[in-house]
């Protein structure tokens, strides 16, 4: 996953650097007029972003494809942000079902790669709207736990969401919350991808559309639960089917 999302980001900068090298024999006829190269050139410049948000730590390589709009190529790093949190477990004894709370940690990290269009309403504005897609980093909350009390019972199980993870031999459980491989994103922003001097600081507001969360199990086959769930997983599930995606953003140009 990383090599792919490496390749993007050095085909940028390749295709940048190679068609900036051949620059002097493409010149534009005088008849065509002065703007003509800078409205069809592709890939004449070289932009660079780091950028801080709700993706993690974003960076990011950029190049134009007209003066309207620019590509973006990145790797968005969530740092492993952990919380614990209790949640119902159940499990079987003489034919009776019994329950129980097991403290479970969740994880937010992932890494990310997205492939992004910007699109400038007025060439010379800072004023942008941004259209593509962010791909990779599906698991959005990983929980782990273990349980003494539960060890032994092959049939016991956590309550995420409509379903039961089951609580493996040892006591151990692992899963929770994944989403699609594939996001479509929209967005809005303010500043070049690709700086007309040296910095540029711009922000950029918008959402992925990752489909609705769903239950994965590491320690066994899932469970539908019979009766109404009740647990907070449910409520994750019930509104991160948008993810919201808020980054502040500082670019250089390298050409």
């Avoid at 952990?82 to 403290?103: C, L, M």
Wanted: net charge neutral.
């Amino acid at each position: 996953m990383k090599k792919i999302l490496a390749s993007l980001v050095v085909g940028l900068a390749s295709l940048a650097g190679t068609v900036n090298a051949a620059e002097p024999c493409c010149q534009a006829p005088a008849s065509i007029g002065p703007d003509a190269k800078s409205f069809f050139g592709i890939a004449n410049h070289l932009g660079v972003g780091l950028g801080v948000g709700t993706n993690g730590i974003s960076v990011e390589a950029a190049t134009p494809l007209t003066r309207f709009v620019s590509v973006r190529a990145g790797v968005h790093f969530m740092p492993n942000i952990k919380y614990s949190t209790d949640v119902d477990a159940t499990f079987i004894v003489n034919n009776s079902e019994q329950s129980t709370d097991v403290d479970v940690d969740c994880g937010i990290g992932r890494t990310q790669g997205s492939l992004i269009f910007n699109i400038y309403p007025l060439p010379h504005g800072s004023f942008f709207v941004a259209a593509g897609a962010y791909f990779g980093g599906n698991k959005l909350i990983k929980l782990h736990g273990h349980s003494a009390e539960l060890e032994g019972y092959k049939d016991a199980g956590i309550e995420i969401g409509d379903y039961k993870i089951p609580v493996d031999e040892n006591g151990n459980v692992r899963g929770g919350l994944k989403v699609n491989g594939f996001r479509p994103y929209l967005g809005i922003g303010w500043g070049r991808a690709i700086p007309k001097h040296l910095l540029n600081f711009n922000i950029e507001l918008g959402a992925q559309f990752q489909g609705k969360p769903k239950v994965y199990s590491e320690t066994g086959d899932l469970k539908g639960i019979d009766e109404m769930a009740d647990n907070d997983f449910k409520d994750y599930i019930k509104y991160l089917k948008v993810y919201p995606c808020l980054t502040f953003r500082l670019t250089g140009k390298i050409f």
